[in-house]
């Protein structure tokens, strides 16, 4: 039974290495135009996770950036960038405030940390411009590295450093980087939202409290649970064409156009960070969903937001449930976090 198992993992990874674009490309188009609102998640997962190929060089499975971590937050934006490295990204920075640096550090050696932002409190106002624009231009020479930035984890809401952070996201959008929008990244959007209106590798990420007040901003009425695939069209559409994960009990994924919904695996446990794992996870199945794209000629119609954002809930989704599996009422982000890797592997293994 062992043998027959390691021979069709076997068979399965060289199916890929191959390359079967055409039945990748045919399950993608089901997966994606099919009748029911819920998405075919494994599917979707499996198509865009790229093979481990010897050929493959440094940075080519993902390079994320996590704009966030201020003196009261360090946690946040270190479980978005670790969960974007457990994942396969090859490389994972986090671009945070001078007191936030040495503690995110100290979390892990594997992330590459920038102690560059700067909070008002720090900042005379005579300075302010001039200090403005070196942050700027410390974070846009590293920019054109970038495959996707997360945007808010742990980022707090100092004015400055909010604008501060405005500023990067424009220049980022200039060079077409998909940005994921978490946390207090949602309280800067929520109050700006002609930031990302009309840029479509813009994914806002709000759970219940963040989508009702985006529901209220922009629809000018409450969130309708009996309408909700249609009301989170409506409001994807009015912002321009973004896309939205409206996380909850099922997650649903609309860009104004598609609305698909996830709700295979889940659990009942609801620790904090959660959010910061899903915002990092979905940059990574972004960057890879675009390289997918690219590579499947004639797929150029499909989102690759949509795409990232299917694949992102549907492993969060997996590996929170291993987690209260094995650890129940304690279960933490840090286990969920350690989940990650078996959860891809069972879904697409590698021999």
């Known amino acids: ?7 069709l993992r076997r068979l399965y990874f060289l199916k890929r290495s191959l390359g079967s674009q055409g039945n990748n490309r045919d399950r993608m188009h089901s997966a994606m135009v099919g009748a029911g609102l819920e998405a075919d998640a494994l599917a979707i ?26 003196r009261e937050y360090t946690g946040a934006p270190y479980f978005s960038a ?33 102690p560059v932002l700067e909070e008002s409190y720090s900042v005379r106002d005579e300075e302010k411009r001039l200090i403005s624009d070196k942050i ?38 200039q060079s077409n980087i998909p940005i994921v929008i978490d946390g207090d990244g949602l309280f800067l959007v929520t109050n700006s939202l002609d930031l990302v209106s009309g840029y479509p590798l813009a994914i806002l990420t709000p759970n219940v409290n963040e989508y009702k007040r985006l529901v209220q901003k922009v629809l000018d009425c409450e969130v309708n649970d009996q309408s909700a695939p249609e009301q989170l069209t409506s409001l994807a559409k009015q912002i321009g ?65 949509i795409l990232g954002c299917i694949a992102g809930s549907a492993l969060v989704r997996k590996a929170a449930a291993l987690a209260f599996e094995n650890k ?18 069972e879904i697409c293994p590698v021999t």
């Open 328 to 345: 129940r009422r304690s279960s933490l982000t840090t286990d969920i976090i350690e989940c990650l890797g078996r959860s891809l592997e």
């Open 45 to 70: 997962l499996r198509s865009i996770t790229p093979s481990l190929d010897p050929s493959r060089h440094k940075g080519q499975a993902g390079k994320i950036a996590v704009i966030g971590g201020c």
């Open 241 to 305: 064409g973004v896309t939205i994960l409206r996380k909850g009990k099922s997650d649903l994924i609309s860009d104004g156009h598609t609305v698909k919904s996830v709700s295979i695996y889940g659990s009942p446990r609801r620790c904090g960070g959660q959010g910061d794992i899903l915002s990092g996870s979905v940059a990574v199945f972004v960057s890879w969903a675009r390289q997918y794209i690219s590579a499947a000629k004639g797929e150029e119609a499909i989102n690759p937001a």
């Open 136 to 173: 700027l231009a410390e974070v846009v020479k590293w920019m054109e590295r970038f495959d996707c930035l997360v945007v808010g984890p742990g980022l707090g809401r100092d004015p400055f450093l909010l604008d501060c952070v405005s500023n990067i996201m424009k220049h980022a959008m």
């Open 1 to 7: 039974m062992q043998a027959s198992s390691g021979v």
């Open 82 to 114: 670790i969960s974007a490295l457990k994942i396969g990204a090859d490389l994972s920075h986090v671009f945070c405030t001078k007191d936030a640096a040495p503690v995110i550090k100290s979390y892990s050696p594997e992330l590459i940390v920038h």
